[in-house]
Nanobody, 121 residues
Framework: QVQLVESGGGLVQAGGSLRLSCAASGSIFSINHMGWYRQPPGKQRELVGVIVGGGSTNYADSVKGRFTISRDNAKNTVYLQMNSLKPEDTAVYYC???????????????WGQGTQVTVSS
């Protein structure tokens, strides 16, 4: 069993910053990609960005230049640094990880419980 626990959400004014963290624990052999998704009110879940094991990153156009994903492989933790926040960034943010639980297994997707980020204008 694998658990992803997020932290760092909250209320911030437009132009401010927040840093989200997501720690994976449990029966982990290795983790392929880790990433962040968000679900704005009344909308579908969307990709924010992803980071692979080697450190390469990919971001949604809406957050490029403002958000940065980083990863601490030793701690099985992924971070999302959010700067220059806008009201349209308001959403529940979810952590995602592709985890291999045994040496011969294929990666499976796991999700965190979500953390609310609210940006006031």
């Amino acid at each position: 069993q694998v658990q992803l626990v997020e932290s760092g959400g909250g209320l911030v004014q437009a132009g401010g910053s927040l840093r989200l963290s997501c720690a994976a624990s449990g029966s982990i052999f290795s983790i392929n990609h880790m990433g962040w998704y968000r679900q704005p009110p009344g909308k579908q879940r969307e990709l924010v960005g992803v980071i692979v094991g080697g450190g390469s990153t990919n971001y949604a156009d809406s957050v490029k230049g403002r958000f940065t994903i980083s990863r601490d492989n030793a701690k099985n933790t992924v971070y999302l640094q959010m700067n220059s926040l806008k009201p349209e960034d308001t959403a529940v943010y979810y952590c995602n990880a592709a985890v291999v639980t045994t040496g011969w297994g294929k990666p499976a997707d796991y999700w965190g419980q979500g953390t609310q980020v609210t940006v006031s204008s």
